[in-house]
Every structure is written in C-alpha cells, then in structure tokens.
C-alpha cells in the first residue's frame, strides 16, 4: 500500500494566503528565509534565504508579479476575442497537427460540429501529393470527410489491466499483446475531440498532447497550383 506523507502541512498551514492565491511563509529566525506555494500545491515552489529582509521581500514581489502576469496571460488564452473571426472554425474547416521527435508525422482533424467557443472534431485522411515523395518523407493534402474508420472497441484484459483494442481494421490479426487469444476487428466509437477555439495572431487553434491544431497551410509543390498539403514522414494513416 502506498503511503502519502504531507511533509510541508505545518508551514503551509501557518503561510499567509496572498489575494493573487500564492501562499507564502516569511521566517526570520535562525535565518531569513521565504516559502512560496502556489494554489492547490503542497510542495512550495520556492524555498530561499537571504541576507537581509528588504532582498527577501523585493523577491516575494517578483514572484507576485511573475505569478499574476502568467495568470493573466492563461485568461487572455482562454479568452475569445470580440473581433475573433470564428467562421475559420465552421463546420467542414480542416486543421493540421504535426508531431514527432525524429521524425515528422502529419494528422487532420475536420470540425464536425461547434457551438460558441467550443467545437468537435473528428480525423480524416490524408493523400499524397503526386511526385512529392523523396526518401522517407513526402507532402499529404487532407481528403475532406474522409474520416478515420473507429479502433477496434473489443476491451482485452491481460497483466497491465484491461484496455481497449487500439488496431483498426486494416491489421490482419488482432490479439492481446501477450498472445493468449486472438479476436476479429469490432468497430468502437469514433474518437471525437471536444476543444476549446484559442486564438494566436488572429488565427484559431485547439490544444493537442504534442503541440496544437492549426489551419492546414497552403503551400505550391513545383509549378503546380497552389495545393493546401503539410509535409510529412511516410505513414501507414493516408
């Protein structure tokens, strides 16, 4: 069984609460010192000392000023601009999300639905751009609704607990990973993203796991006519 011990409750509960929702705890005995907290946190942040008190009191203010300057730049984020042209997010409009660490890999997502703010989103495929390929890598253009066929929805169970089956239908088998039986593809339900628009320079944005959707970019390949593709590493997913 897995023990919590709350080893800073005793001077987090004597810490002064600021109005910006910092915790702090000046001590000046046997040495000037100060503990900062953010909200909700148990561990402090910061933990210093000092030679004279006026240094330890013009670091507590910077810290508050740091702290409420972040804050206030995560509200203006959340905050939909009046003049914010939200027809960018229509439904049908298709954004790009590129990821990878060594390598380049390219997703669309198509918005199905919206309301205010807020709006659902679905993955659709991609098609290479003829003549494009070199090497490894090539440029892909979205196939609008198009969408991803759903995982499979058949839940396994083995020694890490139980999950879903995450091959889809163009994996000839599908099994548990160590092997113990084998099952045929059973549709799941679709992975729809629920996301909040977020705007940077005038243009819309949702927040992925490695980074964030934006509008696809249109680029020209050659001398052809402008084409809206991305580049991206060979994948499995066109």
Sequence with gaps: MRVHFDIWKTER???EILPC???VLRVDQPAIRALLWRPRAEKPYAHCRFTTIDRRDAFIAEQIRRFEA???QKRERRR????????QCSVGSVFSYSWGYDQTNVEFWQVIARSGATARLRQIAAETVQGSERGMTE?????????????CGVMITNEYGTNRCQRSSRHACHFE???AFEHRYEPGEPEVLTKRIRFSNGRPTFSMPHG???PVTV???ANAAPLVVDSLYTSSDH
Excluded: N, Q, W, Y
């Design 212 to 214: 964030i959707l934006t």
């Design 70 to 72: 972040h804050e206030a």
């Design 219 to 221: 680029h020209r390949f």
């Design 139 to 151: 440029h892909v253009r979205p196939r609008p609704d198009a969408f991803l066929e759903p995982k």
């Design 21 to 23: 929702g910092l915790r």
């Design 177 to 179: 990973d160590c092997g």
């Design 13 to 15: 509960e004597r810490a």
């Design 80 to 87: 939909t601009p009046d003049d914010a042209d939200l027809s």
